[in-house]
């Protein structure tokens, strides 16, 4: 019987002492070890139980490639380092090379693998075979696990252990039982546990009976709990973020937890606790703590095809005492918007709001001071205030002006299981054409959308939760996430708009095959990625409040209404535009048709006549939303991934004064997923559905005797379709394919 530590000693020591044996394996070469080789090709015969594409990474030897797929015919009839990517070994590396995967056949359980060289003139170059002998996988029979003490049950057991009876010893498989072995012991309290295992040498059937023993020791308790590196925060502070608390167990979801509420103060660059040496059941811990400066500011400037230039400017002041922090933003977009709007990949955001109320166009803004109070009665509670003003535009609908606060204060119950209760107070108006007011709240007469368009207040109170068992923030592989968020806004809130709203999404991952794990680095599995949304609001039917006589059919604050298309939904349609929409025409545009003003204003003009390209859609908004979507997520080479997706919506109005009607669609699409050190970078294609849809059709008109604009609905809709005028083959093409690019995962 000898320890596993022992037994990967000689096992490292053997291979490495065959070298030189192992080289003389290769096939005599007139060379010295050091000339270099041109390798024109590479082949791993005999590799059947393991991935040559893992081989590859392995060794040092690469094989002379195209530099670009598409000149493929030239770079074969050429050797022109321009083209090929000219790689080269020598005898020497070799010899290395052969020892590298015998390392990696036995890290797997083929101990008995043999490997040699074949070098063949190929080409303008040498083709390097690496002749492999497999050999039977030395297996497990029998795993035992022992426990001195019985910490862990049966089922605790069987869920640590990854390597079991008949796999071949992977020396990998079993690093990680290993580990989740000690981390399961050590959540029951049992922090100095030992670990050992024995196996005597394989039998002439290559089995090799291995034994797992386990040793709990003794029970260890926090004791002391001290900071070491602080200096604008003090221990009393610090030492309310952390959850090891003296005379409690030891265990190693607090350190993670501990270290993880610290990490929420941006104040802290490093928070580490120092694991104390066996021995002692009182553990006496210290932290390591590194503090960022007390000041920090951040400017970033960027743009994109919907809201055009934008910059933002970010202040933090970390060192308000008691851990707090306070945070300043101020962020503009739609910068050059006028000189932008409609040219090249910049989209059309529409002319004007219409009732000289301003611009969608306009600059837009957001400033925010935000003071955070972590840590409050414990580290699993903290509270924020927030001060705001200002200006958004949902493109191509609305605009939104506001100002005002939001206290809030979240509590997590559990590790990523955090439960928020929010009030928000704010003045707001709402700026939009008279074809909006008209189309989206169901208000067309002047005197009453001259009421709406007043400040009113939106008072909300909120309660949501959210929960994240998936495995990995950036790129999960298994698990779930989910949201839920409920709002209502009354009189009793302070609110002249009435709602009540509920909404959730949440997300599902399952991994397909087994990670591929290549010098110890696991890699990605493909992954299937569900998604689904739903949510609907109720608004009331008391109008009342603002300004408006009579009951009716419920107003929406657009911020209420849900939305679908985009980046994050349904990806075969640009933002927002999946759902109950308007076409919205010019005056100029129906007369050019054949109608007349006096048919204009009694809504019997006929829209036929007018080409599609003179029609503005015009996204309304809905009181519900159901929402799907399926990703295969497959890894490629490296850091780069494919995705085949499929998204679908179905946005309903059930309870809103508006003429568009709910719609649904499915569209499926592809995209690359790029794990860059700065987080994934996604770039999506989807395909959009071009099929006729009959719409309502709203025209604005001017009351010649009052000067007032008052907004009618034809009585007969628009039969439309993005392609109708068809616009060319190459644009057709370009009007079915939506493109996204962002940084992180759809969902």
């Known amino acids: 019987m000898v320890s596993l530590r022992y037994t990967l000693s000689v096992a490292a020591a053997l291979c490495m002492l065959s070298a030189h044996d192992i080289r003389a394996q290769q096939p005599t070469m007139h060379a010295d070890l050091h000339d270099s080789i041109d390798v024109s090709g590479l082949v791993f015969a005999g590799a059947t139980n393991v991935s040559s594409s893992d081989l590859k990474r392995v060794i040092f030897t690469r094989a002379t490639t195209c530099r670009l797929v598409f000149i493929a015919p030239l770079c074969k009839l050429t050797g022109s380092q321009l083209v090929n990517d000219r790689r080269r070994t020598t005898p020497s590396a070799l010899g290395e090379d052969i020892t590298k995967l015998r390392v990696y056949y036995w890290q797997r359980g083929y101990r008995s693998a043999q490997v040699d060289t074949v070098l063949a003139p190929s080409g303008r170059g040498t083709q390097v075979t690496f002749r492999i002998a497999e050999g039977p996988p030395t297996v497990v029979s029998p795993l035992v696990v022992r426990q001195r003490t019985s910490v862990l049950t049966d089922a605790e057991v069987n869920e640590a252990v990854t390597l079991h009876d008949g796999d071949a010893l992977s020396l990998i498989a079993l690093d990680t039982t290993l580990s989740r072995l000690h981390t399961a012991v050590w959540n029951k309290g049992y922090g100095d546990v030992t670990i050992d295992t024995t196996a005597p040498g394989s039998d002439a059937q290559h089995r090799i009976a291995l034994t797992i023993d386990i040793d709990p020791r003794y029970l260890t308790r926090v004791g002391d709990v001290h900071f070491e590196g602080n200096a604008a925060l003090s221990d009393a502070a610090l030492r309310r973020g952390v959850v090891l608390f003296p005379g409690e167990l030891y265990t190693r979801d607090r350190v993670l937890e501990s270290q993880k509420r610290l990490f929420q103060s941006p104040a802290l660059a490093r928070a580490l606790v120092i694991t104390p040496p066996s021995g002692d059941s009182i553990k006496s811990i210290t932290v390591a703590i590194t503090e960022v400066a007390p000041h920090h500011a951040e400017l970033t400037a960027g743009f994109n095809t919907i809201e055009y230039g934008q910059a933002a400017a970010d202040l933090r002041l970390n060192s308000l005492g008691s851990a707090r922090w306070l945070s300043l933003r101020a962020a503009v977009g739609n910068l050059l918007a006028d000189q932008l709007n409609g040219r090249a990949i910049f989209r059309d955001a529409g002319t004007t709001t219409g009732g000289g109320v ?53 509590h997590e119950r559990d590790t990523q299981f955090p439960v928020g209760l929010s009030y928000r107070l704010e003045s707001t108006r709402v700026q939009a054409s008279a074809v909006y007011f008209c189309a989206g709240y169901g208000i067309c007469d002047a005197g009453d959308r001259d009421a709406l368009v007043k400040r009113q207040r939106l008072a909300p109170i909120g309660l949501s939760a959210w929960i994240d068992r998936s495995d990995d923030l950036e790129v999960p592989t298994t698990g779930y ?79 209420a209404r849900f939305y679908a298309g985009g980046m994050q939904s349904v990806r075969g349609f640009a933002e ?52 799907a979507s399926a990703e295969l997520r497959v890894p490629i080479v490296k850091a780069l991934g494919g995705v085949a997706f499929l ?53 604005a008109v001017t009351d010649p005797v009052t000067g007032n604009d008052s907004v009618v609905i034809l009585a007969r809709e628009k039969s439309y379709s993005i392609l109708d005028p068809s616009p060319g083959f190459l644009r057709s093409i370009g009007r079915r394919i939506v493109v996204h690019f962002a940084m992180g995962q759809a969902f």
């Open 358 to 410: 301003g611009a969608l166009s306009a600059p837009t803004y957001q400033i925010t001071a935000t003071l955070t109070q972590p840590w409050i009665a414990g580290p699993r509670t903290s509270a924020a205030i927030t001060g705001f003003a200002g200006r958004r535009a949902v493109p191509n609908v609305v605009v939104d002006e506001d100002f005002g606060a939001t206290v809030g204060i979240v």
């Open 647 to 699: 998204d679908g919506a179905y946005v309903g109005t059930a309870g809103l004064a508006s003429p568009g009607k709910a719609k649904g669609a499915v569209t499926p699409g592809f995209g690359f997923r790029y794990r860059s050190p700065l987080g994934v970078l996604r770039l999506d294609f989807g395909l959009r559905p071009t099929g006729h849809e009959s719409l309502p059709v709203a025209v």
């Open 576 to 627: 927002n535009e999946l759902g109950p929409q308007i076409l919205q025409v010019r005056r100029s545009s129906l007369v050019s048709a054949g109608c007349s003003d006096a048919s204009i204003r009694d809504g019997s003009c006929d829209p036929s006549a007018v080409p599609g390209n003179e029609f503005f859609a015009r996204p309304l908004g809905g009181s519900s939303v159901l929402e």
């Open 481 to 559: 996430t989910a949201v839920v968020d409920a709002e209502h806004a009354s009189s009793i809130t302070g609110s002249t708009f009435a709602h009540s709203r509920i909404s959730a999404n949440g997300s599902w991952y399952k991994s397909i095959g087994s990670a591929k794990i290549v010098q110890g680095i696991e890699g990605l599995p493909k992954v299937l990625a569900l998604h689904g949304r739903f949510g609907f609001v109720r608004p009331s039917a008391d109008r009342s409040a603002l300004g408006l006589a009579g009951t009716g059919e419920g107003i929406l604050h657009p911020r």
